[in-house]
């Protein structure tokens, strides 16, 4: 009997924890971050077009060693006490931005990825060659992630900065993924809405 009762017990044991595990992965599945935003489902092609425009001015600036032009296109949240909100580089952002970045040459770039979600909470992933490689090298590479956010109806860049506020949108786990669906929407033409 008692052989019975400690059966018993276990089998209810491993039953109960397995159907926590269940329910556990089913909430993992339902991240939200997969549901659009009420902002995403607003935005158009017009937008992320004008995201990318943005970013290619931005890479240029940095490819002819334009940094001061680069750095002058930059914003980074500053909070008031009550508030955050973008502003400009000011004068010592700029020089810290300009002495990190000519040690960085960036000879070509590929966006891998953009991601909108809301105002200001937005990623595009940039994929940055520092230095091509020789015959069968691989290139020199690095990543950068600039936040836009959409701040009195026009799209502004927020570098990617913890010391100032901002972190990346896409999980780690995620961005592989994001690269992918990315591609796949470059390769589709966008058809224009009905009028």
């Not at 599945?29 to 004008?50: M, Q, S, V, W």
């Not at 931005?97 to 909470?121: A, G």
């Not at 937005?122 to 590479?141: F, L, Q, W």
Request: proline residues 4%; charged residues 30%.
């Amino acid at each position: 009997m008692k052989k019975l009762t400690y059966f018993l017990l276990l089998t209810t044991i491993i039953f109960i924890s397995s159907c926590s595990s269940c329910s556990n992965k089913e909430n993992k599945d339902k991240d939200d971050f997969d549901i659009p935003t009420e902002f995403e489902e607003h935005l158009t092609g017009k937008d992320t077009a004008e995201v990318k425009e943005m970013v290619a001015v931005f890479i240029e600036h940095l490819k002819n060693e334009r940094y001061y032009d680069a750095a002058g296109m930059l914003y980074r949240f500053e909070n008031d006490g009550s508030s955050r909100y973008p502003r400009l580089y000011n004068n010592e952002d700029i020089e810290r931005f300009v002495k990190v970045h000519k040690m960085l040459p960036v000879e070509d770039y590929e966006i891998e990825y953009m991601r909108f979600r809301e105002k200001e909470t937005n990623e595009v992933c940039i994929s940055i060659i520092m230095k091509r490689g020789e015959t069968k090298d691989k290139d020199n590479k690095s990543k950068i992630f600039l936040n836009p956010i959409y701040h009195n109806n026009q799209w502004c860049l927020v570098t990617n900065d913890t010391f100032h506020g901002t972190n990346t949108v896409v999980p780690v786990a995620k961005r592989d993924s994001m690269t992918k669906v990315y591609q796949d929407q470059q390769k589709i033409p966008e058809i224009p809405p009905k009028r």
